[in-house]
């Protein structure tokens, strides 16, 4: 069975910082590609920062030099640290996982068929 547990979040200043876990069951998430997706009222589900089997990553332009995506294999858990946080950062944020096996990087949520609950941050100014 496929699971996957966001955690972190919450409410932070504008220009503060967070992390967001992403426990993972079912998969080992060294072999697969994984991202981080959020989606902000009304607006749609976009993707923020992808992370390939092979370790390569990727950005959102909005988000490029500001979060980073990384992962512990021993603990099959995917992060996203997040700094100078700004307000427009404000979505409900989910994790996504890739079946392929050694898949590269996407930040379509249409490769991603298994997602988290999701976690609210909210970025007050």
């Known amino acids: 069975q496929v699971q996957l547990v966001e955690s972190g979040g919450g409410s932070v200043q504008a220009g503060g910082s967070t992390r967001l876990a992403c426990a993972t069951s079912?998969?080992?998430?060294?072999?697969?590609?994984m991202a981080w997706f959020r989606q902000a009222p009304g607006k749609e589900r976009e993707g923020v920062a992808a992370i390939a089997a092979d370790g390569t990553t990727a950005y959102a332009d909005s988000v490029q030099g500001r979060f980073t995506i990384s992962r512990d294999n021993t603990k099959n858990t995917l992060y996203l640290q997040m700094n100078s946080l700004k307000p427009e950062d404000t979505a409900m944020y989910y994790c996504a996982l890739r079946v392929p096996f050694r898949s590269r990087w996407s930040l379509r949520k249409e490769d991603f068929p298994y997602w988290g609950q999701g976690t609210q941050v909210t970025v007050s100014s």
């Open positions: 079912g998969y080992a998430i060294s072999t697969r590609s």
